[in-house]
């Protein structure tokens, strides 16, 4: 697999629906958060990612008509990293516990679904077609991540990718 990473060319409303989107995944897993600290200080088991997308739907997405705005994938997937941050503590010797995100730094969301590519332009559920800075790889998609970099929106993304092999020249190298 090769990763690619390329500069969205946004007009203005789809730069509000690239925040919109950033906003809710960000406002996601902060509840998520939220909860889970509560659960925690109760002394219950912490909820997995599935229990709080459960809640979510009951509670938060019936209450807020704006999260209907923006994909599903964007608050599912925050909680999904939410949950493997979560586990990462627990794994991995000296990782500090999820923090709360701030808005404006590192924004980035999650969408997957019907994606097409074609030549410098990529077609994203709720988006439609967005112009890229450089032609893309003629490859299948099957999922995205967009994040904010410097106030410039980026596109990234898996593609199957053969290594080219090359001859050897010569059976061994020196170097000094």
């Excluded at 897993?29 to 990612?49: P, V």
């Excluded at 997937?77 to 941050?85: K, M, S, V």
């Excluded at 439609?128 to 596109?155: D, M, T, Y």
Aim: glycine share 6%; net charge positive.
């Amino acid at each position: 697999m090769k990763s690619v990473k390329v500069r969205l060319e946004l007009n203005g409303k789809q730069t509000t629906l690239a925040r919109k989107h950033a906003g809710t995944a960000r406002f996601a897993y902060n509840w998520g958060l939220a909860k889970s600290h509560e659960a925690i200080e109760k002394g219950e088991k912490r909820l997995s990612a599935i229990d709080l997308h459960k809640l979510w739907v009951a509670e938060v997405k019936s209450a807020n008509k704006w999260t209907y705005e923006v994909s599903k994938c964007a608050p599912q997937q925050a909680l999904r990293n939410l949950d493997e941050a979560y586990r990462r503590v627990f794994k991995v010797k000296g990782t500090h516990p999820p923090r709360f995100k701030k808005k404006g730094i590192k924004d980035k969301f999650y969408l997957e679904g019907s994606i097409q590519i074609q030549e410098n332009r990529i077609k994203l559920p709720k988006f439609g077609w967005l112009k890229c800075s450089e032609i893309l790889p003629n490859a299948e998609v099957k999922n995205v991540v967009v994040s904010s970099r410097a106030k410039h929106w980026f596109v990234s993304f898996k593609v199957e990718h053969k290594p080219i092999e090359t001859e050897k020249k010569q059976a061994k190298i020196g170097v000094d």
